[in-house]
T-cell receptor, first 111, second 113 residues
Framework: GNSVTQMEGPVTLSEEAFLTINCTYT??????LFWYVQYPGEGLQLLLK?????DKGSNKGFEATYRKETTSFHLEKGSVQVSDSAVYFC??????????FGTGTRLQVFP | EAGVTQSPTHLIKTRGQQVTLRCSPI?????VYWYQQALGLGLQFLLW???????NRGNFPPRFSGRQFPNYSSELNVNALELEDSALYLC????????????FGSGTRLTVV
């Protein structure tokens, strides 16, 4: 079946460090891929998306590229801020079925 | 444009009681999804409603149920509450067609004591 695997957290970084959160997926076909962010005490917000192979989603300095050959959608940011501290969820959507989430990765950024 | 709204934001119930959570989707969105996020766990899919019909259901017991109204708003009902039902319940909506992801509400925090 369809599934998403994320690297376990927490990821702890100093401000202005480079961020990578790995995400790989298993899907029968070509899903759309998403990154959602959950700030403390809040619901989920869509961070970025990619709907086909080689698409690059970007938002607020975050980027992720849909890699079909490696079935990956890694999240990157060149310089993180304390305000980026949150839980990040990778997710896939296939054939208009339900959104399937990874387990989430907690990011902690310290000044 | 108003986002997905959920009510109440917080509530505390006693084990064995029943609870109803409510969700209003974004105007024009016909699909509503419910997820459970228990402490320390990821998001578990509960229910999917589209055009008033239940389309899919996650691996939850029958005491979790819901419905979708003609205006596409939705209710999630949980009967015979158990302590492990304590969680953040998230509702999301989207257009029926398209692969553009969901818009989530801020959730209802349910505590069962």
């Amino acid at each position: 079946g369809n599934s998403v695997t994320q690297m376990e957290g927490p990821v702890t970084l100093s401000e202005e460090a480079f961020l990578t959160i790995n995400c790989t997926y298993t899907a029968t076909g070509y899903p759309s891929l998403f990154w959602y962010v959950q700030y403390p005490g809040e619901g989920l917000q869509l961070l970025l998306k990619a709907t086909k192979a080689d698409d690059k989603g970007s938002n607020k300095g975050f980027e992720a590229t849909y890699r079909k050959e490696t079935t990956s959608f890694h999240l990157e940011k060149g310089s993180v801020q304390v305000s980026d501290s949150a839980v990040y969820f990778c997710a896939l959507l296939y054939n208009t079925d339900k959104l399937i989430f990874g387990t989430g990765t907690r990011l902690q950024v310290f000044p | 444009e108003a986002g997905v709204t959920q009510s109440p934001t917080h509530l505390i119930k006693t084990r064995g009681q029943q609870v109803t959570l409510r969700c209003s989707p974004i105007s024009g969105h016909t699909s509503v999804y419910w997820y459970q996020q228990a402490l320390g766990l990821g998001l578990q899919f509960l229910l999917w409603y589209d055009e008033g019909e239940e389309r899919n259901r996650g691996n939850f017991p029958p005491r979790f149920s819901g419905r979708q109204f003609p205006n596409y708003s939705s209710e999630l009902n949980v009967n015979a509450l158990e302590l492990e039902d304590s969680a953040l319940y998230l509702c999301a909506s989207r257009l029926t067609q398209g692969l553009y992801g969901y818009t989530f509400g801020s959730g209802t925090r349910l505590t069962v004591v």
